[in-house]
């Protein structure tokens, strides 16, 4: 696999960041890229600026820096030593406006960071700073949740098939193309979901009352329609994969997608994110929302073409 040439990795001293890190150091061996390893300070709250004078506190703030700096300079040293091109950051301010700046300053291409945890709520894996990254972020976010092992045995591509929506055409085939190459380069075993609904089809049957086989006769076309779509997308960026590991579902995809990832024991999702039609901040999705919100396994979240970070530099 050889896509991305510039990482930024949000550094962790919790054993998920450790992990998270070898990850980062084998994407980008496999890539040949450059990875840069940064890690956010906080600004002094407002109360503590009251206490120190303004010189105190430039001191405190400088100091609390350039300990971390030295941390992560022994963190990565050793990286060097594998060959790769590796930098080390300490950004000062807001966790998800700084990664995103650093991103918008240097070009990254992807952002890698250790899910979160819980954070106190059950059953939910990513935190309010990876869903804000992925939010706010104009490159790919790969949240990556702790595992003992560094290949991925089953990945899980989502695609959203609309026949007139370019944007939504470009981004599956991002989406594709990377699962398709991760499962190629891990030897993983790569399965694709695409689910579809017949719209208005509860009305159709019980406000409309059209007579079933009217009804059922419609959702068999379009059944047939996005069956078609599907395969021209699977013989491009998948040929030859087996049917087992093909999944075109009826329902809402917030939750099949879910269900599926569970049942099939899925341990990374490549998914895009949605725009809102007629604004150039393009935000997270609400199906997306809804799978990260239900999922155990990591996740890359992919940005369409044309994606306008809200988050400007200074």
Not at 236 to 253: D, F, R, S, W
Request: hydrophobic fraction near 45%; include cysteine.
């Amino acid at each position: 696999m050889k896509r991305f040439r510039d990482i930024l990795l949000v550094a962790d001293s919790k054993t998920e960041g450790e992990r998270t890190l070898k990850r980062a150091v084998s994407l980008a061996k496999n890539n040949q890229a450059r990875l840069t390893v940064v890690d956010i300070v906080k600004k002094m709250p407002g109360d503590m600026q009251r206490l120190f004078r303004s010189k105190h506190l430039a001191d405190i703030q400088d100091i609390i820096i350039q300990d971390r700096l030295k941390q992560l300079k022994h963190l990565i040293a050793p990286i060097k030593d594998e060959g790769v091109q590796v930098t080390a950051k300490v950004l000062l301010g807001r966790p998800v406006i700084e990664i995103v700046r650093e991103v918008l300053r240097n070009k990254h291409d992807l952002v890698m960071i250790a899910a979160e945890g819980k954070e106190g709520l059950k059953g939910m894996l990513f935190g309010t700073t990876t869903l804000r990254l992925m939010r706010k972020c104009p490159c790919p976010v790969w949240a990556i949740k702790y595992a003992k092992r560094l290949r991925f045995a089953r990945i899980l591509a989502v695609v959203d098939l609309v026949s007139s929506d370019d944007v939504r055409s470009a981004l599956n085939a991002k989406i594709m193309e990377l699962a398709s190459s991760l499962a190629q380069s891990k030897e993983s075993e790569l399965h694709v979901i695409h689910t579809w609904t017949l719209y208005g089809e509860s009305i159709l049957r019980n406000r409309v009352r059209l007579p079933n086989n009217e009804v059922n006769k419609i959702v068999h076309e379009t059944k047939k329609m996005h069956k078609l779509w599907f395969g021209e997308l699977l013989k491009k960026y998948a040929p030859g994969i087996p049917n087992k590991q093909v999944h075109l579902l009826k329902g809402e995809a917030g939750t099949l997608i879910p269900e599926l990832a569970k049942k099939k024991r899925i341990e990374l999702i490549v998914m895009g994110t949605v725009g809102r039609t007629g604004i150039t901040e393009l935000l997270i999705g609400n199906t997306a929302e809804k799978v990260l919100l239900q999922v155990n396994c990591s996740v890359l979240a992919v940005k369409p073409d044309g994606f306008i970070s809200p988050v400007k530099l200074d």
